[in-house]
C-alpha cells in the first residue's frame, strides 16, 4: 500500500531538488523535460515559469508516495512513480522522480515545475483549489497506480491527511512513538497530585519535559530514544498544559480506589482495608476480562492500541466536520442562487430600455445572483450544479456516518478510562504489598 503528500516549494527550489537526487539514497533518478544537477533543473523551472502568468511566492511542488517496508522492490516503486506521473502530469509538466532506499519504507518523491509546457498555465490554477484539493487527486491515482500494480491499497477512512504511512502502520501496531508518548503522559497524569508534581515524575520516568510559559512553543516532551521534542499542541488538546492541569484536578478527586492500611490505627479497619482492597482489585481484574484483557503485560499494548484508534477517528471526525461544512455552504449557495434567479431571469425579459430602471431597484439581489454564481461556476466549472435536495442528502448521509463514529468513540473512550483505572489500580494494589513488608519492620523497629 501506498500514501502521498504534496507540499509547496517556495525557497531553495535547487536545494530541495540536491536533497532527493542524492546518491546516498536515490537508488534510481528519473528526469523529464530537463536535464543536469540541482542548479540546472532548476534553472530550466526557472524559465518554464517566466513564460507563465501566474508569478505567486511557489515555484514548484514536491509529491512524496511511500510504501509499506516489504510491500515492493525499489524497481516496482520507481514504476509506480512513472506510471503516478505519466496519469498525473500527462507529459505537461517538467519534473524530477527519485527512489529513496535509506529507509525500510521505500518511498518516491517527485519535484516538478508547477508551469506546464503546453499553455503555461500553473498546476494550482488547474486543480489545487478548496474543493478539488490537489492530494485527493494525486491519492486517487497513486491507488490506481496500486491496484494495476496488485499492491495493496490503505482504505479510505483508515489514513487521514497529514498522517505518514509509517506513523499510521505504527498505530496499527500501538508502536507509534507518538501512541506511545500519549499513553505515558496520561499514566503520569493519573498519579500526579500537582503540575509540577507531573513535570518532576515526567523525568523520573525517563521523559524530558521543556516547561516556559512565556514562549510560543510553552510545552515539550522527549522520550529516550526520540530525536526531537515533541510539541504540546502536536500530541494533541489534552496535552496543552491548561488541559493537563485540569486532568490533573479530576484524577486526584477520585483517583485511589485502594485503601492505605497504615492510615488505619485499629486492627479491624486494617482488615477491613485489606478486604476491601482486594475487593476492588478483583473488581478490576473481572473488567479486565470484560475487554478480552487476561494479563497485566495485555494491559498496555491494548491500551496504547484503544488509543490509537480513538485518535484516529477523531480525526475521522473531524475530517466529516470539513466535509459537512463545505456542503452547507454549497447549499446556502445554491439557495441563494435560486432566490436571485427569477430576478436575474425577468430582468433578461426586459427590453433595454427598461433593463436599467429595473437593475437599479433590484440591485442588490443581481448584484447577489452574479456573486453566488461566480461561487458556484468555481465549484462546478461546467455549469451544472446539483440541486439543494441531492445536496443534502449528501450532507445527511455524512451526518449518518459522524453519528456512528460518535458511537464508537464513545465506547473507546469508556474502555480507554476503565483500562486506565484497571491498570491505575492493580499497580497501586501491587506498590502496596511491595511496601508491606518494609512498613511492618519499621513498625517492629519503633516498638
Known sequence: MATTSIHPIRVTEDKSIQYIMNPDKAAYVTRYGCWGNAAEISDEFSKLRSMGRNTGSVLSYHIIQSFAPNEATAEQVHQAGLMLCDKLFQGKHQYVLTTHTDKDHIHNHIIFCKTNMENYRTFGTLMDTKHNPAWKKIRQISDEVCKEMGLSVVAYGEISKGVSHYEWTKQQQGLSWKAKLRYELDCIIQRSDTFEDFLEKCRLNGIEAVYKPENTISLKFRMQGQQRFARAKILGYYYLPVNIQRRIKQFSSHRKMILD???????????????????????????????????????????????????????????????????????????????????????????????????????????????????????????????????????????????????EYRYLKKEYADLNKASQTIDDYLESLRDEPEQKRKKGELE
Open 261 to 407: 492500611h497504615d492510615k488505619f490505627d485499629n486492627r479491624g479497619l486494617q482488615y477491613w482495608a485489606d478486604i476491601q482492597n482486594m475487593k476492588n482489585v478483583a473488581q478490576m481484574i473481572n473488567l479486565l476480562e470484560s475487554y478480552n484483557v487476561h494479563s497485566t503485560s495485555e494491559l498496555k499494548p491494548t491500551t496504547m492500541t484503544v488509543m490509537a484508534r480513538r485518535g484516529m477517528i477523531t480525526q475521522s471526525i473531524e475530517n466529516l466536520d470539513k466535509k459537512i461544512n463545505t456542503l452547507s455552504e454549497q447549499i446556502e449557495l445554491v439557495r441563494q442562487f435560486q432566490r436571485s434567479k427569477p430576478y436575474h431571469d425577468k430582468y433578461k425579459s426586459l427590453s433595454a430600455w427598461k433593463q436599467k430602471k429595473y437593475a437599479k431597484k433590484n440591485a442588490p439581489v443581481l448584484e447577489k445572483y452574479k456573486s453566488v454564481g461566480s461561487q458556484l461556476k468555481l465549484l462546478y466549472p461546467d455549469g451544472r450544479f446539483p440541486s439543494e435536495m441531492v445536496l443534502d442528502r449528501q450532507r445527511q448521509a455524512l451526518y449518518e456516518e459522524r453519528e456512528k463514529l460518535y458511537e
